[in-house]
Nanobody, 122 residues
Framework: QVQLVESGGGLVQAGGSLRLSCAAS????????MGWFRQTPGKEREFVAK????????YYANSVKDRFTISRDSAKNTVYLQMNSLKPEDTAVYYC???????????????WGQGTQVTVAS
């Protein structure tokens, strides 16, 4: 059974940085695509970034491109989201997600973590 556990959220000032981690277990993830999503109250969950575990290819939402970086450490079975130049509008609960396959449109993710809160103060 796939388990995803996020950590690293917290409170940061605008312009600051945070690194989120997602510890993945229960599968061999080399055939998976891993993603980060975020959600604020009253809004739909929003795609942030994804990475193909085997090839390392990445894709970002326009709103975070050039500020956020997704990466994975195969030895630790962990996916990271490095967030720099944070803005108040980045405030949300951030979720790690996984789906088997390499195409992985945002709506296809099957497995989800419990989320971690990121709050950016202005």
């Amino acid at each position: 059974q796939v388990q995803l556990v996020e950590s690293g959220g917290g409170l940061v000032q605008a312009g600051g940085s945070l690194r989120l981690s997602c510890a993945a277990s229960g599968r061999t993830f080399r055939t998976y695509t891993m993603g980060w999503f975020r959600q604020t109250p009253g809004k739909e969950r929003e795609f942030v970034a994804k990475i193909n575990w085997y090839y390392g290819s990445t894709y970002y939402a326009n709103s975070v491109k050039d500020r956020f970086t997704i990466s994975r450490d195969s030895a630790k079975n962990t996916v990271y989201l490095q967030m720099n130049s944070l803005k108040p509008e980045d405030t949300a609960v951030y979720y790690c997600a996984a789906v088997e396959g390499s195409t992985a449109p945002p709506g296809s993710f099957k497995y989800w973590g419990q989320g971690t809160q990121v709050t950016v103060a202005s």
